[in-house]
């Protein structure tokens, strides 16, 4: 057949901060390769290496390409191909079943991001199950309990525009390995450093976006809120704050003034083993180098003091003022900037008058009757995400999974490490074999994604799938026939301001739209306060911790009931690691190391952790020791260790530098457990407990010993 | 874990890599430029951006073309960091044509 390349402009689907358009390009119906899109000013022309060979992922021999029901025990990985009729009747029956017996909260959809588009991605599923009255899936994932904290803070606000860091002069990334995890935003950084930008990196480890910073910030893990706090300490003692902009455009500066009071630099100091020197030198960079910005990163959030980690660090702009000028302030999650019309995707009108409401982090206990459900989990519904690799605990959710009473149905590209369990698999599409229109969390591009090829076998996008179930279960709402191009038509509050001179034309055909908003070059959008906060001011004391502590409806189906409410302190506090040697001396007895787990370069989160090339980039599964901690333990670089603790163990390979702190190790997620040696990964060892805030998971707080094996 | 500058570059070094590069990675000699790969971060910018296909990535190298890896590790290390384009070197045009190009 004679050659026939094509080329269509899609947009990457990955749960990143960077939604690169990509042109996509195919030969008689075969995507050959992909590239970055290089008129889009902000991602530029490349992708990275996680997406680079996206063709290997849509044309792998591995993919699941139509549905299959179990033929062996559970986790055995035997299935055999049936037809989607036959799947829709087995799963539609169960369900009605279900709910006649149990009632319908014993279903238990489980879903993130992993394709992140807006008709595909975060809600694709939610009108359905509020509609089934199945229980709320509460999705802290990622960010959850920083947006609680934030919003608390200075209300759901893009901040900064990334693409006015050219314009910061002092800008510390807290928490980020922008290299591997926002790629696209360096540029803009290196730009600002070529005009005499300071680059700061606050990290426990020297990650490679550390290496080339001008200052390596090691702090211990889990302390971040004691820095903010002690930041704000001299900000306030030496007399570095903004005054007029303080009394204009904030509320509670005299009572954060006394909180910070007792946060001395010899106090901070000792909490996250940083000298006093560096902690002033931090604070004077930030306050007299302006403007200057700050970067949050997830991990962040990840810690028992999250979220008032996260409230101390958003008060330090307006405590300086940095807002006043394009480049300065805060940037958590531009997200807020898109006025996606969420409620046409996620309809919480459907949801009933006393809903349950189940956290993902807790699908270990929920599958394992270690937590009291009444009535139990009987059927799990996984689309978009792979709980065995990503979510803690993972022994116990492999002990939930395999029980012979739970119906697990699996939609996905491969036989993840969650799908090797469930009973029906369904195949999806990948992003060339769906049409969507996507937000970005870390730019203020709308982005288009035209579908390029038709689904491949019998796979299904999400779209379609929600489509299929719901007719098979007789809801007849018009909202569940809705075709691909009319959800388009409805994603966006097309009359918003932010959109004005931007149609699904012009997307389609261009594939990105910068928002209707000031250039980056003048884009300051806190200068003079309009914080979305109740106050409408950057709320030092925040009114919003009056209601306890709360998960956005946005990450639990849009529903805003039934928050867990614990107490929050009005002020910015630091709450310690609960496993530390500090705190816990009795089980760092035992398990002496706190592990990180931060992102695996080559993965995003666990999507690629199957392909071969980027198994051959990323390498065994690591943990990565300090050389002192090594020689303790007899570890050389290159053997197989065992990580382990209370909850469970895993196996990598040791790497070892100085790189890392003394008495902290390293291992990324993403790894497949059923790929690594001993069948068990990171989350073997982390734990369910959530952080102070929104729900959020507590991954850098965990305690751990490491052993030869 | 890195891509590698490989033999397409010598006495070519037409230098838009360097142009693409997020992290400048590059650094160069009398010849051609190597790639540091404690820097790279595997984004591939730069292979599109070569008019000779002189850059691949280090899993894809054929045999012949193995010992680049170490070449560019030990040159990266020894040489000056590259922050901008050059002009070609003058047999550029010459050297493209003689690899068919």
């Avoid at chain 1, 989607?84 to 369900?95: C, F, G, K, N, S």
């Avoid at chain 1, 009473?405 to 195949?427: G, K």
Wanted: hydrophobic share 40%; aromatic share 8%; net charge negative.
């Amino acid at each position: 057949m004679a050659s026939q390349i094509e080329t269509v402009i899609g947009a990457c689907p990955q749960d990143c901060p960077d939604t690169c358009s990509m042109i996509v390009s195919k030969d008689n119906g075969k995507v050959i390769s992909v590239r970055g899109n290089p008129d889009q000013p902000f991602t530029k022309g490349r992708l990275c290496v996680k997406v680079n060979n996206y063709q290997d992922r849509v044309n792998s021999p591995d993919r699941i390409l139509y549905p299959m029901r179990r033929t062996g025990p559970k986790g055995s990985s035997l299935f055999e191909r049936i037809s989607w009729q036959d799947a829709l009747e087995e799963i539609t029956t169960r369900w009605k079943d279900i709910a006649a017996t149990s009632g319908p909260n014993a279903i238990l959809p489980y879903s993130y991001l992993g394709t992140q588009g807006i008709l595909n991605g975060l809600t694709v599923g939610d009108a359905f199950f509020n509609k089934l009255g199945a229980t709320i899936s509460e999705r802290t994932f990622c960010d959850s309990g920083a947006c609680t904290a934030y919003t608390m803070t200075i209300g759901d606000t893009a901040g900064v525009d990334p693409e006015s860091f050219v314009h910061s002069r002092y800008i510390v990334l807290w928490a980020s390995n922008t290299l591997t995890t926002n790629s696209h935003h360096w540029p803009f950084i290196e730009e600002a450093r070529k005009r005499g930008a300071k680059v700061i990196v606050i990290d426990p480890y020297r990650s490679r976006t550390a290496r080339l910073a001008d200052v390596h910030v090691p702090i211990a893990p889990g302390t971040d809120g004691a820095l903010a706090l002690g930041i704000i300490h001299i900000l306030f003692r030496d007399g570095l704050t903004d005054a007029d902009y303080i009394s204009r455009y904030t509320v509670g500066a005299d009572e954060l003034a006394e909180r910070a009071m007792e946060y001395t630099p010899e106090m901070v100091g000792a909490i996250t083993d940083l000298s006093p020197e560096l902690i002033v030198k931090l604070a004077h960079g930030i306050a007299t180098s302006q403007p200057s910005v700050i970067r949050i990163g997830v991990a962040v959030e990840r810690q028992s003091g999250g979220g008032q980690a996260v409230r101390a660090i958003s008060c330090i702009p307006a405590l300086v003022g940095s807002w006043r000028r394009p480049g300065g302030g805060l940037l958590q999650l531009p997200l807020w900037a898109f006025p996606v019309s969420w409620g046409a995707f996620i309809r919480p009108d459907f949801i009933g008058s006393a809903p349950r409401v189940l956290n993902q982090w807790k699908l270990g206990e929920a599958l394992t009757g270690d937590m009291a459900l009444d009535p139990p989990i009987r059927s799990l519904m996984v689309y978009n995400a792979n709980p065995m690799a990503m979510a803690p605990e993972q022994g116990r959710i492999a002990q939930g999974l395999s029980r012979e009473d739970l119906f697990t149905v699996v939609s996905e590209h491969f036989l993840t490490d969650t799908a090797r369990y469930a009973d029906i698999v369904l195949p999806a599409t990948t992003q060339v074999e769906q049409e969507d229109i996507m937000f970005s969390w870390g730019h203020l591009y709308l982005s288009y994604n035209n579908r390029a090829i038709d689904p491949m076998g019998e796979a299904v996008s999400n779209t379609e799938l929600f489509r299929r179930l719901a007719k098979a279960m007789g809801f007849d709402d018009p909202c569940f026939s809705r075709t691909d191009e009319e959800q388009i038509a409805e994603a966006m509050l097309w009359d918003a301001p932010q959109m004005a001179g931007i149609t699904i034309e012009r997307l389609k055909r261009d594939g990105f739209a910068r928002l209707n908003l000031p250039s980056a070059d003048d884009y300051a959008p806190h200068a003079q306060g309009n914080f979305a906060t109740p106050s409408g001011k950057c709320e030092f004391k925040a009114s919003m911790a009056a209601e306890g502590n709360f998960v956005l409806g946005l990450f639990r189906q849009g529903y805003d009931g039934q928050q867990s409410g614990e107490p929050i302190d009005p002020l910015p506090h630091f709450i310690a690691p609960q496993e530390s040697p500090v705190t816990n001396p009795a089980l760092a007895a035992r398990y002496p190391l706190n592990l990180i787990t931060p992102k695996n370069h080559a993965f995003l989160s666990s999507s690629f952790g199957n392909l071969p090339h980027q198994r051959r980039h990323a390498g065994d599964q690591p943990v990565v020791l300090h050389p002192t901690d090594a020689a303790k333990y007899g570890i050389t670089a290159g053997e197989r260790v065992r990580v382990h603790n209370d909850r469970g163990a895993f196996e990598a390979i040791a790497q070892v530098t100085d790189d890392i702190r003394q008495g902290v190790v390293v291992a990324p997620a993403g790894h497949w457990a059923s790929l690594n040696s001993g069948g068990a990964t990171v989350h073997a060892v982390t734990s369910s407990r959530y952080a102070d805030m929104g729900g959020a998971p507590t991954f850098s707080d965990i305690l751990v010993a490491v052993e030869r094996c | 874990m890195a891509y590698v500058v490989t033999d397409n570059c010598v006495e070519c070094r037409v230098t838009q890599c360097v142009a693409v590069c997020p992290v400048q990675c590059f650094h160069v000699d009398e010849t051609m430029v190597y790639i540091d790969p404690h820097t790279c971060i595997d984004c591939a910018g730069c292979v599109d951006a070569c008019p000779v296909g002189a850059i691949d990535d280090e899993f894809n190298l054929s045999d012949d073309k193995l010992h680049w890896i170490e070449i560019n590790r030990e040159r990266a290390a020894a040489l000056p960091r590259l922050t901008g384009t050059m002009e070609p070197l003058p047999g550029a045009e010459a050297r493209k044509a003689a690899l068919g190009l």
